[in-house]
Nanobody, 123 residues
Framework: QVQLVESGGGLVQAGGSLRLSCAASGSIFSINAMGWYRQAPGKQRELVATITSGGSTNYADSVKGRFTLSRDNAKNTVYLQMNSLKPEDTAVYYC?????????????????WGQGTQVTVSS
């Protein structure tokens, strides 16, 4: 079984900072990519930032220059540092991972989601 454990959400004033963490655990053969998506009330879930196994990052235009995604390969963990937060960043943030499980004989690649963590930015 694979589990994604998220932490770090909360309430912050506009202009403040928060750091989200997401740790993957379980029978993981390899991590292809990890990142964060968010969903605000009444809106579709959208990409925030992702990082590939090769270290390439991709950010939504709305967070470029304010958010930084990093990873600790030894801990199978990614960190989303969010600075200069705005009220429009308010959403439930979901960790996403593209993981390969199994063994060298049989590998299966799937998307996995965390349970979500609330980020609220007050004006």
């Amino acid at each position: 079984q694979v589990q994604l454990v998220e932490s770090g959400g909360g309430l912050v004033q506009a202009g403040g900072s928060l750091r989200l963490s997401c740790a993957a655990s379980g029978s993981i053969f390899s991590i292809n990519a990890m990142g964060w998506y968010r969903q605000a009330p009444g809106k579709q879930r959208e990409l925030v930032a992702t990082i590939t196994s090769g270290g390439s990052t991709n950010y939504a235009d709305s967070v470029k220059g304010r958010f930084t995604l990093s990873r600790d390969n030894a801990k199978n963990t990614v960190y989303l540092q969010m600075n200069s937060l705005k009220p429009e960043d308010t959403a439930v943030y979901y960790c996403n991972a593209v993981l390969t499980t199994g063994s060298s004989l049989l590998k299966i690649t799937n998307h996995y989601w965390g349970q979500g963590t609330q980020v609220t930015v007050s004006s």
